[in-house]
């Protein structure tokens, strides 16, 4: 008995110890985060990877049978490349799409695109399916016809109007750019790829030089290069996805042009008094001042474009931001959108594209880990909601007409109230819609609901998220979205939400040969040593460590502040 106790009090004394070794780096919080819960309830973490394959494998199905599908058609008009392009319904039974309407012409490459990067995330080559390039067909939206010279939400402006951006909505043209640098990240040897990316980084360099500073517009005429005003708010957070763009192309080609124009386009976006976020861009605006603070010795303010991210302060776009609360029994809390309209309306589409970047940010100050980690949990927890599989039929607008989704295509959002004005009325949040019926009032129907496009960024989850044997603790991929990266080792997020510590098997990833040193960011120590396959890691309650993966036994070098092993940068901010 008396060897049982001291054994206890060593084990004790041994996790005490442990627990003060960690937290080197002083974790810092965020508002918004420290609001949600840390363990989310009722918990369920669904697979993320097999919810984007399946996706895949379904929406892409040419002979696809049952209502409303298949879900995708080929568009033959050839506008801006003389080649066929896959067109993709938006939404479930979009009346002005497929083959049969406006000529088939009327596709957006925010479904297209995020469909392509999705599934490349997960492991799929978009270049070779079903005998077709997948990626090659993502040129079509490259408008030189236009004279614009960069990738728009469509491939021509006769059907831009039927839907939204193009030409008149600013985060609708920065953002394809944005997605299709990712794609590029991908299949860098994909023809003509380079010489879109290049032009498209001269466009935004240029636009750039005219705004000189001043973000302040609707949209920007990239044709003749001139900011413009319109009924539509301005939006200066598109400095963030210039600047993404811009800095993406300098790690690329090394024009340091480019890297001159990024670092404006931030200075812009720093420079607002007021919550500049309106739609996707401000979460890499916060990935960008991380990033390139370590890597370029820049100081811009992390803190404050974290706040703006999160915090749902933004005026023009009233309240957009990071959703807090319990609606009903269900935690929502980490999902992104309007924190106002009808008490809350989160969307799919803008909650997956958040982690794009968010979660890379930790690499370069690891001291969000906890905060990062915290919301990554709650966001993957609630995003299982959108899908119908997965959320009540009492807080679904159209339980009845679930099976067209196919279990892989959710709606487009949740809100804590029904937002239509009329329908709906008795259900209580959260609340599982979609704006399609609005879209083409009285002809597009019930089931527009449901979101293609949103459901087709699923791999950005897919590709990040990974479940540990400990329910709640999730493994975050920090390298799966920093895309265009210097050489790095793998890297790891693992946040623990309980209130005590917990011990994780930590299985080295697959294709790295030899035996690895295991490096924690957080505590900025070595928390294993020639680990050949699984060691066990202990996490502290409420806690993160970040696990970086090294040859075993390497030697480390300390320049400017870096910890460097093999010249690769491992510790942006070692403090040893």
Known sequence: MMKF??????????????????????????????????????????????????????????????????????????????QPVLGMYTAVGDVRQGLQHNKGMFHEALANMGAVLGASLVGLDKRKQQGLNYVAMLKNYFNKDTGWDIMMNNTAPEVALLGGGYGRDWWYDVYPNVLFYAIYDKYPAEPDFERLARRIADQFYKADSVLNGNYHYSYFDYGKMKPMSTQICAQPDAAAGHAYVLYTAYKKFGDPRYLKGAISAMKALESQEINPTYELLMPFGAYLAARMNAEEGTSFNLAKMLDWTFDGTAVCREGWGFLVGNWNGFDI??????????????????????????????????????????????????????????????????????????????????????????????????????????????????????????????GIFGGIVKETEVKGILGLDLLAT????????????????????????????????????????????????????????????????????????AKLQVKNRRMLIHGIAVDYRYRK
């Open 5 to 82: 106790k001291l054994n206890a009090a060593f084990t004790l004394l041994s996790l005490f110890i442990a627990t003060l070794c960690f937290a080197q780096v002083r974790q810092v919080g965020i508002n918004r985060v420290n609001a949600m819960a840390n363990l989310p309830r009722p918990l369920q973490i669904i697979d993320w990877k097999q919810m984007a394959l399946d996706f895949d494998r379904k929406v892409y199905d040419f002979k696809a049978e049952g209502d409303y599908w298949p879900m995708v058609w080929m568009d033959s008009t050839g506008k801006n490349f003389k």
């Open 333 to 458: 809390s980490g999902t992104v959108g309007s924190t106002v309209d009808h008490g809350g309306y989160a969307f799919l589409m803008n909650t997956f594209d958040a982690a794009w970047p968010l979660v890379p940010l930790v690499r370069y100050r690891p001291e969000y880990a906890t905060a990062i980690g915290k919301w990554m949990l709650n966001a993957v927890n609630a995003s299982r909601l959108f899908y119908p599989q997965y959320m009540p039929a009492e807080h679904q607008t159209i339980p009845g007409l679930a099976a067209v989704t196919n279990g892989v295509i959710a709606y487009e959002g949740f809100a804590k109230a029904s937002t239509f004005d009329t329908l709906y009325q008795s259900l209580k949040g959260p609340v599982a819609q979609g704006d399609g019926p609005k879209w083409v009032p009285g002809k597009n129907p019930e089931v527009s609901q449901f979101s293609v496009y949103g459901s087709a960024h699923a």
């Open 482 to 553: 920093d895309f265009y990266a210097a050489k790095a080792y793998p890297s790891y997020l693992f946040y623990n939400p309980y209130q005590t510590a917990k011990t994780i098997g930590f299985k080295l990833p697959t294709g790295h040969k030899g035996k690895k040193d295991i490096y924690d960011l957080v505590s900025q120590r070595f928390v294993a040593r020639s680990v050949s396959t699984v060691t066990r890691v202990l996490i502290p309650a409420l806690q993160s460590v970040v696990l970086v993966c090294v040859p075993a036994g």
